[in-house]
């Protein structure tokens, strides 16, 4: 008696869990698709808004599709200044010198740091991450003082350095992090097998830091594509500026006034690039950072 | 410490422990440094003597004309009765209270969302990510564009939905600016946390879950014993990284609210900013900066410390 | 093989110890942007290698006179435009470290603050040498003057001015070889073409939601009236006056009487033109810029001062930029040689005034291309008169979209506060004593 009792109610118990997800499901998708929605929409909306006519764009009652799809507002930073393909060129070229320049100091650091004991290494390491506290805007002129007593002041590698810099504390960090998550003994029978300590980084390590090193390329592109203030204190020289310069530059007219449709444009052409990038790589972004970030 | 999957876990367990005796490869220092020394070259010469020179600019008084002279700590002694370093100091620490609690609060509801394993949740965990590869700058245009008074489609919502009926003015007093460059910075940033979270929350052994449920542990108990225990790390270091940004707080401030209305969003980055390139005042403008190195130095420290005693015990 | 890590205490300590040596040469060092490092007063044109910034909206301008210059001389100007967004930021950072152009071309309301932070050279004695001295813009000169010195001289020259509809004068039955010459006419005028014309056209035009544009074309009738918005070198601030009140009464019966549309209270400046470009509008305050623009879309247009109130006066807003030699220039004779050539009547005319542009110089309104059009030769003769709001704030207070200028304009004339005009007169003037 008791059992039958018990497997009714059980029963009972399960098909009233079961109704209970499938409404649970729907409320789930029905909050989640709202929150989703919420993050989307302002993409969505300056992507919408780039390609209507620059009055629709700039009309009083905002539209959400364009009435009229134009490429006005493109056509117009096409030929803005030195012309849009000048500044893209420039700015793949500035993010291309920082990704590299990035991953091999903190690559070769982050190897040494988890590798390796010697005199002055929680310095070195300390010191590094001081790099993330210090007020961005203030130590620029100092830098670029010092810059110019290497007579790397206006050049796109003293430019380049700059950004290294600055996404060394990040990249150290995660990279030191992933070598420490390999077993060392991998390592060892690479060097008992008669590799040098190069060869079993190259051979062995590497591989299996790739998540990590894709993070740290990832994130030093995402943060020199958009920077605005060191390249436009560093260059003197208007055929080298950026993206961002001519963003700032193009949607800003006289006496104040501020061109939406241009502004979106230019928002979308820098946006795409790195949204795709990100798109691709999110694979290995996601296991870079569980190797790297959280083995604090 | 954390990991994504038992295995690693025992394999970063064995291997995190710090650099054995004996090995071929710790007892070769000079190898090491080898591999550091780029690092180093860099921190040395565009870090540590830029830091000096800063530290220098700190105790001059440095005009454009005749050259710097030195002041002592006149610099230091000025910022108590600098009101806009004073009113920057109050308002930053105001933001960082709020957008830390905020992007926490969220994240938190986020979290949720995007830990399930129904499907979809991925999509839903990309979806939250995307604005983290706006840049802040493009970010905030993107806002100052949506939100201004006449053609901003955030006005469009709120009447639509009928919670307002003109514009709502978004920037319009200083707390309105501050809640709405929140919720770009939300917005904006939150994506990163929330990874970060999610990947924390997947080296919670399933196992302890399992077990807690046999035992008959609330829904809120596992939180409170299992999965905050685990997390604590991963907070701790989201802490660190989030009231860090907060205190340097720049782009955001600068491109939506200017700073304004009445001087009332203008953070200490701000202040900084403009004392020094539209004051031209580079000595005080360096000494507020060692200031808040200091400060961030400090504050991180403890943190730190504290976060690393409780992980002894 | 020694770690740079691990001397990293005493080489901190060397290097605070020196910085003061160091930190002497390099601002030495940085001062020679230019090639050659000689200092040299002899010839002014030599072959020296100049440098130049000029903010983006002027850079067309600029270029097409530099490349003049280095077309017709030894010396060699290598111009760069900054970005309008980011140019006081550029600016600054150059200035803390020594690496200022030899020539710098700046916005005319931002030169009040860069001639008192010390960033330009005195160039008085070289400036009253000039045989054309007295009839130079005065409103660039005076924004560039400090103490009765001079360090700044006109670089681009714009004007606001009235500019309005001929065709749509004559079809409201009024005088179209009479502009508006007082407030009086600017609202009987505006009226009858919105009464007589009607439809979609419209007597007059503002950007409503755009600081920097209300200013350029605003500001002048305060100045005409004797009332200018900052005096005293820019310590006292004039909101709270009689012309203010006339000034914004007009605009907000304008507006209130829908002969003035309704988009123009959410226009930040972008359609600022179009309607009037299109032959839709009666009366527009703006400047000279848009002269060419509406001889593309075939308006037939006159041109007219911005009045007082009553009509006594009329002035106009002399925008553009000013030029002047940094202190960090070693060449101040080869950069003056640059000046005065760009003064000069050769690149005033066959330069400026050729593309369309107002020549800075009074004395040659009447040259062979300006002459062409009445308009132009009527905006430069009012650079004797125009005027520019000069102080250290003016960015913060006028330009920036959430300054009080703006706020007012949008409380009085949209929001009907009527406390608007006392309330600004306390936040500008709030805002001048803390720039003080």
Not at chain 1, 267 to 286: D, G, H, N, S
Not at chain 2, 159 to 185: H, I, R, S
Not at chain 3, 208 to 220: F, I
Request: charged letters at 15%.
């Amino acid at each position: 008696m008791t059992t039958t009792t018990d497997n009714t109610a059980r029963s009972r118990a399960t098909r009233r869990r079961r109704a209970k997800s499938a409404v649970a499901g729907t409320g789930y998708h029905l909050f989640s698709g709202v929150m989703a929605a919420i993050f989307l929409v302002p993409i969505l909306w300056v992507t919408l808004n780039s390609f209507k006519t620059r009055a629709e764009a700039n009309q009083a009652t905002p539209t959400w599709f364009p009435h009229s799809w134009s490429l006005e507002n493109y056509g117009a930073l096409a030929s803005y200044g030195n012309g849009i393909g000048v500044y893209l060129g420039n700015s793949l070229v500035l993010s291309t010198l920082v990704v590299i320049g990035t991953v091999i100091v903190t690559v070769f650091a982050g190897y040494g740091f988890a590798r390796f004991r010697f005199r002055g290494k929680s310095l070195l390491f300390g010191t590094t991450l001081l790099i993330l506290m210090v007020p961005y805007a203030t130590i620029l002129i100092p830098l670029y003082i010092v810059l110019g007593w290497l007579h790397l002041s206006n050049t796109v590698i003293g430019l380049a350095l700059t950004l290294v810099m600055f996404q060394m504390p990040f990249g150290v960090f995660l990279m030191r992090n992933s070598f420490e998550s390999i077993p060392r003994e991998l390592e060892e029978a690479a060097l008992v097998d008669g590799c040098g300590p190069i060869g079993a980084l190259r051979y062995v390590s590497l591989r299996l830091v790739t998540p990590g090193i894709v993070t740290v390329a990832l994130f030093s592109f995402l943060a020199s594509w958009n920077e605005f203030l060191a390249p436009l204190i560093f260059l003197n020289d208007d055929r080298q500026y950026t993206l961002p310069l001519m963003l700032v530059g193009a949607s800003t007219g006289l006496y104040g006034a501020v061109n939406y449709g241009s502004l979106q444009a230019g928002i979308v052409i820098t946006i795409v690039p790195v949204l795709l990038l990100y798109l691709a790589l999110q694979r290995y972004y996601v296991s870079g950072l569980v190797n790297g970030a959280l083995r604090g | 410490m954390l990991a994504t999957s038992s295995d690693d876990v025992a394999v970063a367990r064995r291997t995190r422990r710090s650099p054995r005796k004996g090995s071929a490869l710790t007892d070769r220092p000079g190898l090491g440094m080898l591999f550091v020394a780029p690092l180093a070259a860099i921190v040395v010469v565009l870090f540590l003597i830029p830091l000096g020179v800063l530290v220098f600019m700190s105790f001059q008084d440095w005009p454009l004309l005749g050259g710097p002279k030195p002041n002592g700590i006149a610099n230091y002694q000025a910022i108590p009765s600098n009101s806009l370093f004073t009113g920057a100091i109050t308002f930053t620490l105001t933001y960082t209270a709020l957008a830390t609690v905020a992007i926490f609060a969220v994240s938190f509801v986020l979290v949720a969302v995007s830990n399930s394993h129904r499907p979809g949740a991925k999509a839903y965990r990309t979806a939250f990510f995307l604005p983290y590869v706006v840049g802040t700058a493009a970010a905030a245009l993107i806002w100052f564009a949506a939100v201004n008074d006449q053609n901003g489609i955030a006005n469009t919502i709120l009447q639509d939905l009928g919670f307002t009926k003109g514009p709502w003015g978004f920037l319009d007093t200083p707390g309105q600016a501050l809640f709405t460059t929140l919720t770009l910075v939300v917005w904006k940033f939150i994506g990163f946390q929330v990874i970060v979270l999610l990947v924390g929350l997947q080296a919670v052994p399933a196992q302890l879950y399992e077990a807690a449920r046999m035992d008959g542990a609330s829904t809120l108990q596992r939180l409170r014993y299992i999965t905050l225990p685990f997390l604590r790390p991963t907070l701790a270091l989201l802490l660190i990284l989030s009231i860090t940004g907060s205190l340097l707080a720049f782009d955001q401030f600068q491109v939506l609210t200017h700073g304004g209305p009445d001087n009332g969003t203008i953070t200490l980055v701000m202040a900084i900013y403009n004392t020094a390139f539209s004051r031209f005042d580079l000595g005080k403008a360096a000494a507020l900066s060692v200031v808040l190195l200091v400060a961030l130095v400090l504050l991180n420290g403890v943190q730190l410390m504290f976060l690393r005693r409780k992980d002894d015990q | 093989m020694e770690s740079p890590a691990h001397h990293l205490p005493a080489r901190l300590r060397h290097l605070i110890g020196t910085t003061a040596i160091l930190t002497a040469s390099v601002l030495i060092l940085a001062a020679c942007s230019s090639s050659s490092p000689a200092p040299s007063a002899t010839k002014p044109d030599n072959g020296t290698q100049l440098t130049m910034w000029v903010r983006q909206a002027n850079g067309p301008v600029a270029q097409s006179l530099v490349k003049a210059y280095n077309a017709t001389h030894k010396n060699q100007v290598k111009l760069t435009t900054v970005p309008d967004a980011g140019f006081q930021t550029k600016i600054g950072a150059a200035a803390g470290s020594s690496g200022l152009p030899d020539i710098l071309a700046s916005d005319v309301v931002y030169s009040p603050n860069y001639v008192k932070q010390g960033l330009y050279q005195d160039l008085t004695t070289e400036v009253k040498a000039l045989p054309f001295y007295s009839n130079l813009s005065h409103a660039h000169t005076d924004a560039s003057s400090l103490n009765g010195k001079i360090y700044g001289v006109p670089f681009v020259v714009d004007s606001s001015l009235i500019m309005y509809n001929k065709d749509l004068f004559a079809k409201a039955g009024l005088d179209p070889a009479q502009g508006p010459k007082s407030f009086a006419d600017i609202y009987n005028d505006a009226k009858a073409i919105r009464d007589k014309v009607g439809g979609d056209t419209y007597g007059f035009y503002f950007p409503g939601n755009c600081s920097g544009c209300d200013a350029y074309s605003m500001l002048p009738y305060l100045a005409a009236a004797g009332e200018p918005l900052f005096k005293n070198d820019g310590k006292t601030a004039q909101v709270d006056t009689a012309s203010m009140k006339a000034t914004l009464d007009l605009y907000k019966k304008l507006y209130d009487q829908g002969i003035v549309p309704a988009s123009a209270k959410s226009d930040d400046g972008t359609n600022w033109t179009t309607l009037f470009n299109a032959g839709k509008i009666g009366i527009l305050p703006i400047g000279n810029f848009n002269f060419g623009t509406a001889e593309k879309g075939k308006i037939n247009y006159g041109e007219a001062g911005l009045p007082a109130p009553d009509g006594s006066a009329t002035s106009g807003f002399i925008g553009g930029d000013v030029v002047g030699i940094t202190k960090n220039s070693t060449h101040k004779a080869q950069a003056f040689d640059f000046l005065t050539w760009v003064l000069g009547s050769d690149a005033q005319v066959n330069v400026l005034a050729k593309a369309g542009d107002l020549p800075s110089r009074v004395d040659l309104a009447n040259n062979k291309y300006s002459s062409t059009n009445p308009a132009i030769v009527a905006a430069i003769k009012g650079e004797a008169t125009g005027y520019t709001p000069s102080s250290t704030a003016y960015g913060a207070l006028v330009n920036d979209a959430t300054g009080p200028w703006l706020k007012l304009l949008r409380d009085y004339i949209f929001s009907g506060d009527s406390n608007a005009i006392s309330t600004a007169q306390k936040s500008f003037q709030d805002g001048l004593n803390q720039a003080q």
